[in-house]
């Protein structure tokens, strides 16, 4: 850290430091890699004002205000803030997390933002939820009481059950009560549940149209079922209904497809971003017929990517006709796929907060895990490299492509002049290796520096011990 | 029963009476309700001559051959033998008989056909079963080694999975070894089940192709989950291609259909009939658009007619608000709409036969069950009185509406001339009172006299007894 | 109420009114039953001072001191205050109260405390529950910090698990992580689980002297199985292990036995009391012989009275040969059999605070349930009305009785010279109905008269509120 | 195989050899290990004349008589033919075959006899079983109507449930019919269930005494619980009245006893053998006081040996931990203390015919296990050999000890003159290396030489074949 940086420290708060007292301040020398996939620009110069980036170039040529404080980054690494395309803030829905913290779940959701930030995601999409959680949170954050992440929220998938819903979960139900359950349920699922798989397409427009005028972001819903994932939730009639419902209230509608069937129902409903579109159950590949649709609509497509050392430490687990284990062998083949197919991708973890309860308990392989939130995103980085995905590309995928997934590009998603000025430091190249996002000095969101040491600055879920 | 019945009796078989030697005989003076909805002819005649209807009408205009023997049956009403568009003549598949019964099921599939041949029911449409078990049962009646009930066999409901899946059974499976839940699945389902859900239209075409060349009568699939009942299991191209698949091989192709929406994309896809159209869930009817497509594209539907009676039993044990119980109160509904919007009706059962042992044991309400093989067609008669349906349509529903929905009225569904004599002699008027079914006198099928006593001529489900 | 009376109370606080200002005070003219047996005198005088009862008899004989303050109770009845010889303070040990209130059982237990206070029983012997919970909320009463029921606590079981162990529920407790379970167990089992029963005299009885000279008043031992009821639990050696440690240490022993060879053995070793000793499975009642052993033994037996009306309304449910319903039935019989026998009784209830969402949602009868805390006491004296117990028996059963089995009547049990001042003032007579047991107009504990209005002050789980 | 053996071969059938049309034979030259622990014969004689060891000693002076066959076995090893102490014939009692061959268990019961006598072992001992089938194989084996071991059966382990009882199995019987299960569970109970555990000392003598005249040979009952292994199912009394009532129809009496307490009772009630005593739970070793108890009594105590190996493998499966896994642990070490301690001991299998589905499936290790008719009691010999018992003691557990804990030493269990001519001879010393008890060359059972290759003559369970 360096001598300008002490000063802005001392200026800080957990919520993020008002850098420079509101006068401007400038990054130099560092390496300038813009998201945008272009080449980066060494000796480099990034000047923010007011929360947004003023100028970006080289040291050479940006003209650097006379009042500005100087960063000197000299040898260092800047890249935009990290997105994640797909995470559940609020994921923690065992039986004992949703007894034992019913009432703090906005906590919960504020956690997983920070848990998020301070590992240089600056912006997530959280595509369902405890509703009125995390709403509370993304407001708190946006009206800059509280830091955290930047979350755009989707609220549930249409379709599906709530977390105490045979759609969801395995645990027995039946020592509980039914009151706790319809409360979780209509919680999380806010009235556009399994119940519209029985409907046409003019009952389920008037519900949806409902449900898209509410405070949420984005759309989500599901073309296949949860459990049963090889058959399909809605008709395409029901689907373009759907997505024509989002779109006519400006907000981008994406499809939960598992099965290729579904997948290409989701297509044709014209959706704008089919989640995890890597996962085609246990046996089949994307055809390739979707792959050229995809490509030719400019449908955006949200991955889950594994390393090879987590599927290799699934196969000794489970063996390799385990059915989870097959869905991750050809989500791989599926990445490669689509790379090759040049379809538009997005970074995702589907990751929550990890409990280190069920850690210390479980025997499931964390090494290398993807759904694990702050951990989770460095290594479905260092799982593209693996796969062949060029460095640019992938840090594009991380960045600029969500943003433009979510049409929200215009803000943010690359370091460019008039975006919100959210950026990362690194000290070491990420373009060499992907590991290297791992190596982060500063993060920066909307200009002001956050002093990570502090994240998350209170916990629900992380600080929790197990009984020895 | 007259003189010239008992001479033709001293000549008869179990396997069925060649009625006169081989001589044309005549049925005369009673009243004949030939089934195509025509008013009844009293005091009527039918000629038949080896096996087949030589001519019917009036007894004073019908010209009986000399060398005829002469069946008077004066004060008696004549209809076709009785039809049963869905019945599993192999649906005992509880797991006790699975294993019990493993090497047994050609014996049941006969037996099955033996007890609703007692009951008038000349001809039956079984649509899933055990593969090779209802072949050789069919086989075997065709060729005259045994008398039954004229099997239609449709094999396997494609997309579905066998009696000892998941998708069938919520029987734990914990106890059973793989190789018998593997063999008793492969036996039912020949190749067709929910693998194909995964599959896009290009792979299931070829699968299913292959399984209509195989020696079955006509094609049913899967349009609706089983259990996931409101889910869809194949999307409209892939529903096309199976009905492709059939009509290809001039067999006819239906759908099991439950929800509104899965109902909708059948009648695209164009199939013949929809099995059970009158099951919608426990909470939509069908919708009016969807009753207007069906008389348009005159799709039949066969339909499971359940009594008031059974409703309110039911009512009784589980509550108003009972999943199952709704089902059926909805299926009401469905009937009289159906009638109103003048769709072509098959009644059904979907019945299989009656285990003593579970009768003795159960407290399910028996009372006026439908899918009791021999019971439940009457009491489906009855149900569909009940809700209004004329006396001359409730027969054709169980006649010629059956043959012509299955594409098969030149050879039976009605007393015309030049189609099987399968016929039946009530004691009284069925237009009176659907009840009247159940006082039969006389089966005829293919011209001879079923000995009804002796049926089943051989027993495995039907004469077991509970342990005291 | 009575003008002295509203002058006390303007003294009185929720932690009971210290009454008339340390001055004595003497309830006149009411009938008094002092729970020994003996008549009633009518027109009676009870003085009090210093918490204890000064003097008792006729209001023309009985002394009354100059300075006293007056309470005329004319028309009225006192008895003593009641005592329940086996409840569970924290027996809301369902998964979600469990986890929901972990931290909370302190508050739970003082809940149940007031809660029975209200309904005038003033001293309750919690037989097991959440160990640190009772004891604090004990220790609390008697410190007089808080007003409450006196209590009695034995901690735990001895040999049983804990409420998250196979021995306890049936429900699943896959969903549960292991460290919350064993803290669960733990915190219930106090190291004097089932592990015992796999041990010789020698190891138990380390560890239960150890266990004896930890804070409770009296031990209790399984000496039948819990869910395995008809098998033992610990040889007759090593219950008279348990015996020997508990009195060692100068606390009664007491057995939980239900089986008849269990509960002789537990006779054999020594016990003071046989709880629930009317409990003795679905078929069999307590054989003769065991019956005269009791009796020359002294041995007390705490009984568990249902009324007929809760029996008849479980048979109209479950049915006669339910295994539950037979289990009353059974103690029913016993109940009889133990009155003619002379066996020294001990009303208890079993009880817990009733779940008001368990209450909406459950089916179970209530109606004249014994187990709900507050209500029980009453629905088992009716119970013991009804099958012949002489009026002045059943108090005797309710107080003195209970008292002797514990070896406390030298302090509480009875309105007699220096035992604590624990009364109940009843508008009708108790003798005439045991209904009335229901008219309490003041509880007066320790000489202090308590506000009923505000029982419980705080409230965990009575308050709760089921979804709409 | 020798010349004068050829002769005999040609005379045998299937149901075993009369040797020698009637007249005398003698092995002669093998050396002769007779089963009382007395050092070996080399170049040994033993005579056989109808059926029975005529005489036995050195060939130098045992009268050879003039008219006997010659069976020169010079370099082989003549031993008793061993015996079991605790087998279960009938013990496939698996969901699938006990629907699958309900009628074939006299079948499995005899396929069972023929697989042990197939691997030297002349004599069983079947502690409980399929009542009637187990009776049939018996008397039909010992009418010399069928080959297969002698058959001592015990009938039922009294006071515990039938196969598919909760004492029993784990396996859901939800889709089973209660007649089924009926008729299953009183099949093999006999009268003498669970509910004996809820009656007293006269109660229970009644019953057992009934169920003591019955055709069975020995008496078995449970004195530990059997899913509640360490719970005790019968008082000290109701224990004493069932050995009693056995002993008074003069046969012997075995308890099932786990835990250490229940261990101790057996032996208070006078028990002949405890049944598998090398078992007692997954934590504690006999106690001393309990081995010295034993041996003053000279109760005889049926043992489980399992090998290293087989311990090894259960570690690396399931870790140490697992109680299944320390109950082996811990039984090694009861063996090792039974030896020093001078009980005499009787080896056993608790064995069942091994189902090749079960077998193909189940990733059980099968490698040394002692559960596996045939196999297992090499096993269990190895296993005693590992822990360093003698190899003439070895011997002694499997033949005469055997005997002798069963009373039946005046007949068999040795080579002496006068016992049955029940006899192995091996290829191979069985006091170098136990495992040499496998390289049988010849099975004779009283005097008759079996014809190994053809058994098992029929085959139920081990024809099987898993499906591909």
């Known amino acids: ?44 110069a990034i000047v923010i004002r007011d929360g947004k980036i003023a100028s970006v170039g080289s040291a050479r040529t940006v003209d650097i205000p006379k009042d500005a404080v100087i960063l000197d980054e000299r040898g260092r690494f800047v890249v935009p803030g990290l997105m994640d395309a797909n995470v559940h803030l609020t994921g923690n829905d065992d039986l004992e997390s949703l007894i034992r913290f019913e009432h703090q779940y906005d906590r919960i959701a504020l956690e997983a933002a920070q848990v998020t930030l301070k590992s240089g995601v600056t912006t997530v999409f959280d595509t369902a939820g405890a509703f009125d959680a995390v709403i509370t949170a993304r407001d708190r954050i946006n009206r800059h009481e509280v830091v955290g992440s930047r979350i755009y929220f989707g609220g549930h998938i249409i379709g599906f059950g709530g977390p105490l819903s045979s759609d969801h979960t395995a645990a027995p139900l039946t020592s509980l009560t039914r009151s706790f359950i319809d409360r979780v349920n209509n919680r999380w699922v806010q009235g556009v549940g399994p119940e519209l798989s029985w409907m046409g397409p003019d009952d389920v427009r008037g519900i949806v149209a409902g449900f898209a005028a509410r405070p949420i972001d984005f759309l989500k819903y599901g073309a296949s079922g949860h459990k049963e994932e090889q058959l399909i939730t809605f008709s395409q009639r029901v689907q373009n209904v759907i997505v024509e419902d989002g779109h006519q209230v400006g907000k981008t509608v994406q499809a939960h497809a598992i099965s290729p069937e579904s997948f290409d129902m989701a297509l044709n409903a014209g959706v704008d971003i089919v989640t995890h579109c890597d996962i085609t159950g246990p046996d089949v590949v994307i055809p390739s ?108 995928t991380a960045t600029l492509n969500v943003a433009k997934g979510y049409r929200v590009d215009r803000d943010i998603g690359s370091l460019q002049v008039g975006k919100s000025a959210d950026l990362v430091v690194l000290e070491r190249d990420p373009l060499l290796a992907a590991r290297n996002y791992r190596t982060i000095d500063l993060v920066i969101k909307e200009g002001n520096l956050i002093d990570r040491s502090v994240l998350p600055t209170d916990s629900v879920i992380t600080s929790q011990q197990p009984s020895k």
Not at 23 to 37: E, Q, S
Not at 348 to 376: H, K, Q, V
Request: with cysteine.
């Open 289 to 396: 017929d979707t792959l050229r649709k995809m490509r030719e609509r400019g449908t955006f497509c949200s991955i889950l990517p594994v390393t090879q050392r987590l599927v290799d430490s699934l196969v000794a687990k489970y063996g390799k006709d385990n059915n989870f284990v097959r869905h991750n062998i050809i989500s791989r083949q599926n990445d490669r796929n689509l790379i090759a197919a040049g379809v538009p991708l997005m970074i995702s973890t589907d990751g929550w907060l990890d409990n280190p309860i069920e850690a210390a308990e479980s025997d499931y392989p964390r090494m290398d895990s993807r759904i694990i939130l702050g951990e989770g995103i460095f290594n479905a980085l260092v799982a593209l490299e693996e796969i062949g995905m060029p460095p640019l590309e992938i840090l594009k």
């Open 1 to 44: 850290m360096k001598a300008g940086l002490l000063v802005l420290i001392a200026l800080s708060s957990v919520y993020g430091t008002a850098m420079a007292n509101g006068k401007p301040f400038a990054i130099l020398h560092a390496t300038v890699i813009d998201g945008t996939g272009r080449e980066p620009v060494k000796d480099g």
